[in-house]
């Protein structure tokens, strides 16, 4: 009788099969690479996640994503961490360094890892070092996302997500083909609820007073890469391709 695992191969279409084969033999030759993405709510870190993820072959870990699926799920950490993220506020430290913790020893993060939203205080920095020296690793690189606030609320007032892919739109930015829908799969978007004035206040003083200290942190230690995320997209993920050679 066949395992359970080839069970499940079995059922996969043959095309599928080959095509992530051929994935997996280019991401051999691509050199490791562990990064985080900084910067403040809008300023792009989503958009550029899912190119540079495909480019080098990692895993891409959005602690906000991570979150909202939880709060969708009511699992125990979602309950917790839904009361501050409703707010804009930051969920605790623990919580968040569990979730990390175990998802960087996923078989999908082998060749490394894009942190997008973590760390996002100077304790969650350190955590996440010590957990990585334990592992014989480091971060290579971190992306600082640099923006005014100004240009941000626009963009967080009109942008569309399709949660299973993690694609971003946006009404004016990057509309996608058929209003509401997902251009690739033909599902509906959805807008987040801490996507408004009010709430992106609450976040931007977050960022400013508890992750503007992770930029020192990892400068002090010679690892950052400013970018101008104020330039259009395409533009952004040329300053991320020079930034990563
Ligand atoms: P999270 O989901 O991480 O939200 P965020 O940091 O506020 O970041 P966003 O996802 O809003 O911004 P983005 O930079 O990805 O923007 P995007 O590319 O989509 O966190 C949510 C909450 O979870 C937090 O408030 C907190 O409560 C909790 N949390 C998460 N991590 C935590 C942690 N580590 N510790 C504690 N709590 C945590 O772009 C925005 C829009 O602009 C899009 O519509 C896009 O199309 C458009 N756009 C993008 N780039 C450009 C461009 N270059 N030009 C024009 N338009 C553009």
Not at 13 to 36: F, H, Q, Y
Not at 149 to 168: C, K, V
Not at 214 to 225: E, F, L, M, P, Q
Not at 230 to 239: G, R, S, Y
């Amino acid at each position: 009788m066949a395992s359970g695992a080839n069970v499940v191969l079995d059922d996969v279409p043959s095309l599928d099969l080959m095509t992530e084969l051929l994935r997996r033999m280019k991401c051999a030759s691509k050199p490791d690479k562990r990064l985080i993405l900084i910067g403040p709510p809008g300023s792009g870190k989503g958009t550029q996640s899912p190119i540079i993820k495909d480019e080098y072959c990692l895993c891409h870990l959005a602690t906000g994503d991570m979150l909202r699926a939880a709060v969708a799920a009511k699992t125990p950490l979602g309950i917790k961490a839904k009361e501050a993220m409703d707010k804009g506020d930051l969920v605790s430290d623990d919580l968040v360094v569990g979730i990390i913790d175990e998802a960087i020893k996923r078989p999908s993060c082998q060749k490394g890892f894009i942190l997008d939203g973590f760390p996002r205080t100077s304790i969650q920095a350190e955590k996440l070092d010590e957990m990585l020296a334990k592992q014989g690793t480091k971060i290579d690189k971190v992306l600082n996302f640099a923006i005014d606030d100004a240009i941000l609320e626009e963009r967080i007032t009109g942008r569309w997500i399709h949660p299973l892919s993690g694609r971003t739109y946006h009404t004016k930015f990057a509309p996608p083909k058929v209003p509401g829908i997902d251009d690739v799969s033909g599902e509906p978007l959805i807008q987040r609820k801490d996507d408004t004035v009010e709430v992106l206040k609450s976040r931007l003083e977050s960022f400013h007073r508890q992750t503007e200290p992770v930029i020192d942190y990892y400068t002090k230690k010679g690892v950052v890469a400013q970018l101008h995320a104020e330039k259009p997209p395409n533009e952004v993920t040329i300053q991320v391709q020079k930034a990563l050679l």
